[in-house]
C-alpha cells in the first residue's frame, strides 16, 4: 500500500445533541474535539443533529399532515359561495 493516501479510519464517538445520546462507531471523519468514553479512554468526537434516537422515522413519531383535507375544509367552511 502506498503511504499518507489512505484516510485516518478510527473509532469516534458520535454525539446526536438533539437527544444527548452517545455511540462509538468507526470512521474517517476528522473531528477537533475529545471525549472520554464509558471504558476509559479518549475519543473523538463528532457532534450530529439526527441519529436514530431522534429521527421521527425511527423513534415512530412521524405525523403525516393532511393538508389537502384542512384546505378542503377551510374552503367548506369559508369559501365564497
Do not use: A, Q
Not at 8 to 34: A, G, H, I, M, P
Not at 45 to 59: D, G, I, L, N
Not at 63 to 79: A, E, P, Q, W
Amino acid at each position: 500500500m502506498k503511504k499518507d493516501i489512505h484516510p485516518n479510519y478510527r473509532e469516534v464517538v458520535f454525539w446526536d445533541l438533539t437527544s444527548d445520546y452517545k455511540f462509538l462507531s468507526r470512521s474517517c471523519v476528522e473531528t477537533k474535539e475529545n471525549i472520554v468514553w464509558e471504558d476509559g479512554k479518549e475519543y473523538p468526537v463528532c457532534k450530529v443533529e439526527v441519529s436514530s434516537k431522534s429521527h421521527p422515522f425511527y423513534t415512530g413519531k412521524n405525523v403525516l399532515l393532511d393538508t389537502t383535507g384542512r384546505v378542503d375544509k377551510f374552503n367548506k367552511r369559508y369559501g365564497r359561495k
